[in-house]
Each structure stands twice: as C-alpha cells, then as structure tokens.
C-alpha cells in the first residue's frame, strides 16, 4: 500500500521569502516520489521528481525538494517565492512495485506581494 | 505541439445521458490514466492501460468504461450521467524508466445538470 499526506492546506509567504510545502509519504518497496503544480483551470504541471541518486533534486522554477528516507518525508522548498507561485501543489508517491500514482489532498500556496 | 490533449475541454450535459471523452498522447508513452479532481481538488486514478491492456481499475462505477484503441489513445465513455460525476477529468501519459514522469492534458470540465 502506498499514501502520501500533504499536512497543510495552505501556505502563505510574503514575496521574497523562502517557501517551503511539506509531504510525507508511506510505501512498502521504494519511492519514487513527485511534485506537480497546478494553476487555476489548467491541468498538472511536473515540477520534479525523485527516483534514485542525490537525495537534493532541483526542478523548474527555482523549486528543489530533499527526499528524506528516515523521516519518509520529501518537502519541497524555494529560496525566494514569487507571486507567480501561488498555486495548488502536489505530492505523489509510487511503489517500486506499482504502476498507480498516488496523489496528496494539495497545498494552496498564496505568495503576497 | 500538445504532448496530452483531451476533448471537449468543457462539457455541459442533463443527467441520465452518455457521454464521451477523448484523450490523445504524440509522446510515445505505452501508459496512459484517467484521473477525476471532485469540487475539493483531490485527485484519484480511475483507469490505466499500458500497451492497450487494462491495469489499474479503482473503485469507480460501471457506468465508466475506458476504451483504448491504440497506445496513442486513451478514451472514457459515461453512461447514465449522475450529477455526482460532475468533476474535472484529467488524461496523463507516462514515461518509464530512469526518466519516469507523468504529463496531464489540460483536463474536461464536465458539468451534469
């Protein structure tokens, strides 16, 4: 079995700011683990992703996450947010052994100006 | 060049009627999703078919019957419309291997009167 828990509904920053937006996940084999975007009435953006290797991985944007297997945790995080960041996040998990995509319930995020 | 698309982008329909969905991936990939976002913005898989064989079936009621004619093509036929179904339906296509991702087309806001 396999779930991923976004903690937080919202995050809010001030533009400038580091922005950080918190997942957990559970899996029984390994994770290969995920971060999308979606802006309003648009569809999922990939942002980044987490096979295998460093466990700092870099994205689009300026986003990176830190995959963290003893705190089964993968936040993703920016140095300094911008306006055009405010938008839904997700967090999704795969089992090794699985082809189906586990998604979080999302993050809003609201970075103000 | 759109990698995911999905047709109609909007659909406005009377409850008990049947309805279709098209999804098209000039990606390349062998698998291919359907996911339902409800008024709260959760995501669940519904189907998957790799190389045109049905491997992910979720709890989702008969009424939904995916039909893929070709790798290339992902579709989503409702029966008997319920107001329930009204929701966002995303199509994705996945990359495998060390690359794996996957992209969503921009979605098919269907509403059911």
């Known amino acids: 079995a396999q779930s991923v828990a976004q903690p937080e509904d919202q995050v809010n920053v001030a533009e400038g700011n580091p922005l950080t937006v918190k997942c957990t996940y559970s899996?029984?084999?390994?994770?290969?683990l995920f971060w999308y975007v979606q802006y309003p009435n648009r569809g999922l953006q990939f942002l980044l992703k987490?096979?295998?290797?460093?466990?700092l991985v870099k994205g689009s944007y300026g986003f990176e996450a830190e995959f963290n297997k003893s705190q089964t945790s993968f936040h993703l995080k920016k140095p300094s947010a911008l306006v055009s960041d405010s938008a839904l996040y997700f967090c999704?998990?795969?089992?090794?052994?699985?082809?189906?995509?586990?998604f979080g319930a999302g993050t809003t995020v609201t970075v103000r100006a | 060049d759109t990698a995911v698309s999905q047709t109609p982008k909007y659909l406005v329909t009377q409850m008990g009627n049947d309805k279709s969905i098209k999804c098209e991936q000039n990606?390349?990939?062998?698998?291919m999703y359907w996911y339902k976002q409800d008024s709260k913005k959760f995501l669940k898989i519904m189907f998957s078919?790799?190389?045109?064989?049905?491997?992910i079936n979720e709890t989702v009621p008969n009424r939904f019957s995916p039909k893929s004619p070709d790798k290339a093509h992902l579709n989503l036929h409702i029966n008997s419309l319920e107001l329930g179904d009204s929701a966002v339906y995303f199509c994705?296509?996945?990359?495998?291997?060390?690359?794996?991702?996957?992209?969503f087309g921009p979605g098919t806001r269907l509403l059911v009167l």
């Open positions: 994705a296509s996945r990359r495998q291997g060390a690359q794996e991702t996957q992209y």
């Open positions: 899996v029984s084999g390994n994770p290969y």
């Open positions: 987490y096979i295998t290797g460093d466990n």
């Open positions: 999704a998990v795969r089992d090794s052994g699985d082809y189906k995509l586990s």
């Open positions: 990606l390349g990939h062998d698998t």
């Open positions: 078919y790799n190389n045109k064989e049905l491997i």
